[in-house]
Every structure is written in C-alpha cells, then in structure tokens.
C-alpha cells in the first residue's frame, strides 16, 4: 500500500522565521503535487514535482522531489501570515488513485 | 472555464435523511474524485471515476453511500440514512488523466444534526 506521510502535522512560528514540512514514502511516485488550504475552501494546488532532484520555487516557497522520488519537502522562507494554512502533498498510487499525505497545518503569528 | 464546482456549498440536515451533492468537473477533464475531509485532515479518498466509469470505491464506504457520473460529465454523491459521524467536508477534484495535475472544486460542508 503506498503512503505518504507528512511531518509536522501542527507548526506554529513567528512571522520571519523559516521553516520545512515534509512528505515521504516508502515507495515510488512518478510525480507529488502540493497543496494549501484555507478553512472552509477547497486544496488549491500550488506546484508538481515530476523528475528526481527537481528544484521548484514559488517565491518564497521552494518544493524538492527527492533523487529516488519517495520523498518531497517544501520549505518557507521569512513566513508570514499570509501563509497560514493546511499544507497537502498528493501522489498517484499505482492504481491511478490520488492520495494525501495527513497535512502540516502551519500558523504564523504576526 | 472557472474550474471545479460543487453544489451546495453548505448543507445542513437532520440524523436519517439523504443527501445529495453535485459536482461538475473542468469540461475537459476524464477523471473525477470523491474525497472527504475533517477538521485539519487530509482529504479520504471516497471513490473516482474515468468518464462514467467508477473504478475505484474505497472499502471505508458503507452501503449508504453512491456516486453516479452517468454521462461522463457532472457527478453526484449521495448519502443515504445520514449519521452525526457524516459530518464533514466533501470535496470533488478533476484531473485529464493518471498522473496529471488535480484541481480542487471548494467543498460541500454537511452537517448532520
């Protein structure tokens, strides 16, 4: 059974600080998209990883799929509030289902 | 095209009552996914479907729960006999295939009182 974990589940930090959250497998993914969400509304999809060792950055985000592709990490650099939210990684499992990791839920306090 | 929409955003009913919620997908988009969420969770798988077909539904499901996409096009979900434990957010997602990028509709927030 292919899974994804994600770590931290809860982070809480100050505005300006750095932080990483990250999502791995024991098993292979050919790609993991990442996600945020806010209360009440629906994941918006921030960014997929596809090939091994790939680096992508978002602004301040930056997202890295592991050389071996079970792993990805997404880190934030000076938070601000403004990204306070549940953050999601996802990957299709072999049978063509889309699963989720079980979320990092960020807080940043001004 | 403004994405994926579900339909109502908000439900709220009474303990043994059914439910239904659409979902109309990106007009492009062959797959459709079935998720539900809890408060600070990631989302559950609940079943998806390429054009009309249903390939997968989760073993989680009981009985009381159906999803039909009969034209390949919009899907519902219906639950039936609601329970308090059915209180949750329902989420719809569309994608063009395996392995390409899903797009999220907002939700269907059900509570069942």
């Known amino acids: 059974t292919q899974l994804l974990e994600q770590s931290p589940q809860f982070l809480s930090i100050q505005e300006g600080e750095n932080l990483t959250v990250y999502c791995n497998s024991s098993s292979v993914f050919s790609s993991l998209q990442w996600y945020r969400q806010e209360p009440g509304e629906g994941p918006v999809l921030l960014v997929t990883v596809v090939t091994g060792g790939e680096v992508k950055k978002l602004k301040r985000l930056t997202f890295q799929f592991g050389d071996a592709r079970k792993d990805s990490s997404l880190h934030i650099t000076a938070a601000q509030p403004g990204d306070t939210g549940l953050y999601l990684c996802a990957g299709y499992n072999q049978g063509g289902k889309l699963i989720f990791g079980q979320g990092t839920e960020l807080s940043v306090k001004p | 095209d403004t994405g994926v929409s579900q339909d109502p955003r908000h439900k709220i009913t009474k303990r043994g009552q059914n439910v239904t919620f659409r979902c109309d997908p990106i007009s492009e988009h062959n797959r459709l996914y079935w998720y539900r969420q809890t408060l600070g969770q990631g989302p559950e798988f609940l079943t998806y479907f390429q054009n009309e077909a249903q390939l997968e539904k989760s073993r989680l499901l009981s009985d009381r729960f159906s999803a039909e996409r009969p034209k390949g096009s919009f899907s519902t979900l219906e639950i039936q006999r609601t329970e308090q434990g059915d209180s949750a957010m329902y989420l719809c997602?569309?994608?063009?295939?395996?392995?390409?990028?899903?797009?999220f509709g907002q939700g269907t927030r059900l509570t069942v009182v």
């Open positions: 997602a569309s994608s063009k295939g395996h392995n390409t990028e899903a797009f």
